[in-house]
């Protein structure tokens, strides 16, 4: 138990199933809105009860921090807390400037003003070792993604449309073989290269997060590939509309394919949204099929992982066991699935519509935090220098191939 105790996967899969199962059981708050139109209701916003409930979700993760550290033992508490605190301000700071509606109306999401947030925190202030060395970014980032499993419903998959899962199988399988060939021709490390590959194929920014928690990744190689994958999005959202509709796609098509290559939710739902009703709810479909496959894939990311790596690690290929597979798998994943499993079998439709916008508050609050920390680690320097732009330019080519893959698919499937 003690081992469990002071391992961050577990402490993130306790973490994020404690706060489903709760929410399970009635103990939950309304949703939060972090949303207001111009300068003259933002007094109104902020007495707002909602928005209270959002700086609610925020203070709980709060809690959870003071848990990890006082489990794990490994920093000063007020240390710790004060890291927490700014983080805390800044996350709070990136959500209510993406809640403007004039904002929220282009697609930008509060992970990009929650990156760009830490980024100019840390180019105008520097980064100080204390708070290196006390942001715990992934935990934060691992606690979101179990409880971002409570949204993933298999029967809502299905029901609205099997073809979305079947071209997110396709396309994802070969993107991602794709994007590791490219990666790996221009010598990209393996690390990077599996980044890369699931950012790029599955659904961006949680695909990457959830393969470096699988291998172990550097933070800062994750940092890289998150950038890349906001950077891309951005001319993406505006492009693919105006290229659906000179192709002469139907809406379904259209919609689809968009879903299946714009690598942000928010990104996805702008673009969508450009198309019109009938294909936002397809390329809605399709990007959450994809996110459906997160789980699976940190699963067999993490098995490959040790079995490509098996001489580094055991020595011999012989020493390869299920012991050292178990040691390396990230535990977090099981939360995911098993908050997908409760959600989808055992959780009342009632309750899951009545829980959905309140776990949804509580992990962008966990994401929140962790993009700020993903900004605050970031260094612009090395992420200009980093491969001689080998990286950037094995991820633009694989998003290339990916547009062409999907578009094709998207085609056949839904003509």
Known sequence: MDKILKNEDWLAFIAGLAVILTAWGGYFFAAPMFAWTDTGNIANFITDTKSLSGLAAMLMVLIVAGLLTF??????????????????????????????????????????????????????????????????????????LVILGSGVIFGDIMKAGSLGLLQAVIVVLAVWFFAYWIAKKLKVDDEMAFMLSSAVSICGVSAAIATAGAIKGDGKKLSYVVSLVLIVALPMLILMPLAAKYLGLNPAQAGAWVGGTIDTSGAVVASGTLLGDEALKFST???????????FAAVGISVFWVFKNRKGMAGSAQNVNFGLIWERFPKFVL?????????????SPGQVAATKDYLKTVQTAFFA????????????????????GRPAWA?????????????????????
Not at 80 to 89: D, Q, R, Y
Not at 336 to 347: G, N, Q
Not at 369 to 388: M, P, Q, R, W
């Open 335 to 347: 939360g995911f699935i098993a908050a997908s499993l409760i959600f989808s079998f055992f959780v």
């Open 71 to 144: 489990f794990m033992k490994k920093h000063n508490f007020m240390t710790f807390i004060g890291a927490c605190m700014l983080v805390f301000l800044l996350s709070v700071v990136s959500q209510w400037i993406s809640g403007n509606k004039s904002v929220k109306d282009t697609g930008f999401e509060y992970v990009i003003f929650a990156l760009l947030t830490g980024i100019l925190i840390r180019s105008i202030f520097g980064f100080p070792a204390w708070m290196r060395d006390n942001l715990h970014t992934e935990f934060f980032i691992k606690t979101g």
């Open 369 to 388: 935090f962790a993009f700020v920390g993903i900004g605050l680690e970031t260094d612009l320097s090395v992420l200009v220098k980093t491969g001689n």
């Open 395 to 415: 991820f633009i080519i694989a998003q290339v191939f990916n547009i062409v893959v999907t578009l094709i698919v998207a085609w056949i499937l839904f003509r």
């Open 285 to 295: 479909i399709v990007k959450f099929s994809q996110n459906v496959l997160i789980g």
